[in-house]
């Protein structure tokens, strides 16, 4: 809710930095009339006038990888396990039966 608020108060407040731009439809406002949607549309060119405080992206590059000539172990490989019946453990549900 207060995030809509603020959104909404941005808005209202760049009026006077924005120019109208409408559609074809829609009748021409002063730029104390204007509506947020209005605004909005007007916004990217606000950007580029006002700026922002971010800084520029540094430039990056990729990592060393892999250095020449040298090939990667194959993954390890594990026998498969055979599960073996436990014959000394009690049975579930009740007392032991003796034969």
């Given at each position: 809710m207060w995030l809509i608020l603020a959104a909404y108060a941005q808005l209202r407040l760049a009026r006077p930095l924005t120019e109208d731009l409408r559609r074809p439809w829609e009748k021409p406002l002063t730029p104390d009339r204007l509506t947020p949607g209005r605004v909005r549309r007007g916004y990217p060119r606000i950007r580029r006038t006002v700026g922002t405080p971010a800084r520029a992206p540094k430039a990056s590059h990729p990592g060393p990888g892999r250095p020449k000539g040298r090939t990667s172990t194959p993954a390890p490989r594990h026998p498969v396990g055979k599960k073996q019946r436990k014959?000394?453990?009690?049975?579930?549900?009740?007392a032991e039966q003796q034969p």
């Open positions: 014959t000394d453990m009690p049975r579930r549900g009740g």
